[in-house]
């Protein structure tokens, strides 16, 4: 990362046709340019002798912008004056007209002063972040709030930024510090704290601290849903309904459907939701040993690299027909996927009379170790039954009073719950240095998420994934 204490300049808008574009301009220049660039001047006080700038924080000023004497653009300027701004810094924000030719103009005319440098990815929220405008977590939630794929997602972003996640920790945080004041008091003054520790009042505490923690867990765990989504693909034999699923599910004619086996060749991805929850349905080729030509061939290898990055797999069976090579397809999807919880039988095709032989083949082992659930696109709520299952398989719950999360989430607080659960081990054996030692693990775990332990590895990481200009 460059130098902090530059002044940066980025246009913060897409790029493309559009009504508005916006420059943003954050650092110690920033007024400086904008006098230049508007050609607007400092005066000088008359009583004092004191620096009186021609723009007022939070106030728009309409002005033309110059490169030199030339008028690149006009548009509104807007002043807002540091610690109170986004970054912390003093910023200003051109909103000139929108395109591809005129912003890049604008943005060439503030680089040519010296000391302004063009933003890196993310570099405007760092510094918000660096500058203690928001924690870790309501940062990483601006690029969330962007890029959400559902309303459930964007709500989640947004109670993140509101602080949501971090009040989550900081409880936590707390009352793990409390813990650990009353534990060390215990091993500076025993005679005064012993009641703490014989009586099991430290045992109690630690197993609520553990039950928080997990709390806070399944939480994050839903917000890392909500962010990323989850993948299901439609996996089984050639001709059992993958297609006609894929397309009921998408609410459109995505795939080809016909009597043929084997029709589709290649993986067919579409976005839905389910359940608030961002989902990708892949839906491929039939999986057997045998295919009937080369493209078929490749169809099923790519077909079995879909599996192996699956969340669930819907393992389609047509119930009214002999499904010879059903097994087949299982013992393909095991190599790759072998997870009972996350296999799903869907028995398509339930408008039509069953088949006797299907019918105890998925009454009989293996497929009867797996969950089943019976289909029907051709009958009105012959999929509101797989919905809610499908909801309940991938662990989905009402998104109300959910944050986003990321996977780095996840790992830390899967740290921290592991520091409790050995510092209630270590309680137990009258450790009660160890104990300590232990809640401080859980504790910095935990100031690693929200940045109050943090690294410049770590803040590199996660503010290159952010556009430029946010």
């Given at each position: 990362?460059a ?13 493309g046709?559009?009504g508005?574009a916006i420059?943003?301009?954050?650092g ?10 508007t ?24 002005s ?24 912390g810094?003093?910023?200003?924000e051109i ?23 063009q ?12 500058n203690g405008?928001?924690d ?23 109670a ?8 989550r ?42 039950s ?13 849903k ?6 299901i ?7 059992a ?26 993986v067919?991805?579409v ?9 990708t ?16 061939a490749i169809?099923?290898?790519?077909a079995l ?5 699956a ?16 097994l ?6 095991k ?12 028995k ?9 032989q ?6 009989s ?39 986003s ?17 050995r ?15 232990e809640?401080?693990?859980?504790q ?27």
């Open positions: 990362m130098d902090s204490t530059d002044s940066i300049a980025a246009i913060a808008t897409a790029p046709r559009g508005i420059i943003r301009i954050s110690p220049l920033a007024l400086y340019v904008a006098s230049k660039l050609k607007k001047e400092n005066t000088t006080d008359a009583q004092d002798g004191s620096e009186v700038f021609p723009f007022k924080p939070r106030y728009a000023y309409f033309k912008f110059y490169d030199g004497d030339e008028v690149i653009d006009e548009g509104v300027l807007l002043y807002f004056k540091g610690p109170h701004s986004y970054t810094e003093d910023v200003i909103q000139g007209h929108g395109g591809n030719i005129v912003p890049q103009r604008v943005l060439s005319a503030v680089l040519k002063f010296k000391g302004v440098r933003a890196e990815p993310g570099e405007f929220t760092r510094r918000a972040f660096l405008r928001m870790l977590t309501a940062a990483e939630a601006v690029e969330d709030l962007i890029s959400a794929g559902s309303e459930s997602a964007a709500k989640a972003a947004l993140s930024l509101s602080g949501a996640f971090a009040n920790l900081d409880e936590l945080t707390q009352k793990l510090t409390n813990f650990r004041v009353r534990i060390e008091a215990c091993l500076d003054f025993p005679e005064e704290h012993e009641d703490f520790f014989d009586s099991g009042k430290a045992n109690d505490e630690l197993k609520e601290l553990l928080l923690a997990q709390q806070a867990q399944t939480i994050a765990n839903q917000g890392v909500l962010n990323e989504g989850a993948r693909v439609l996996a089984g034999q050639p001709n309904g993958k297609s006609s699923l894929l397309n009921a599910l998408a609410g459109a004619d995505r795939a080809i459907v016909t009597n043929i086996p084997g029709t589709t060749r290649d067919l991805t976005n839905i939701e389910i359940g608030g929850i961002p989902v349905i892949t839906d491929t080729a039939g999986i057997r040993d045998t295919p009937s030509d080369e493209i078929e169809g099923i290898q790519k690299d879909e599996l192996k990055q969340d669930l797999i819907l393992l389609m069976i047509d119930s009214s027909k002999e499904a010879y090579d059903a087949e397809a299982l013992n393909h999807i190599k790759v996927f072998d997870n009972p919880k996350n296999i799903l039988v869907v398509s095709k339930q408008d039509l009379p069953p088949n006797e299907t019918q105890q083949l998925l009454n082992e293996p497929l009867n170790q797996y969950p089943q659930i019976s289909t029907s696109t051709k009958q009105d709520g012959g999929l509101d039954v797989l919905r809610t299952k499908l909801q309940e398989i991938l662990g989905i719950i009402p998104s109300e009073g959910v944050f999360a990321r996977r780095r989430h996840l790992s830390e607080l899967q740290e921290s719950y592991l520091a409790i659960q510092a209630i081990q270590m309680l137990e054996l009258g450790d009660l240095v160890l104990t300590a030692r809640i401080t693990l859980a910095n775990h935990l100031g690693t998420i929200t940045g109050k332990v943090t690294s410049d590895d770590i803040l590199g990481i996660i503010f290159s994934t952010f556009c430029i200009g946010k």
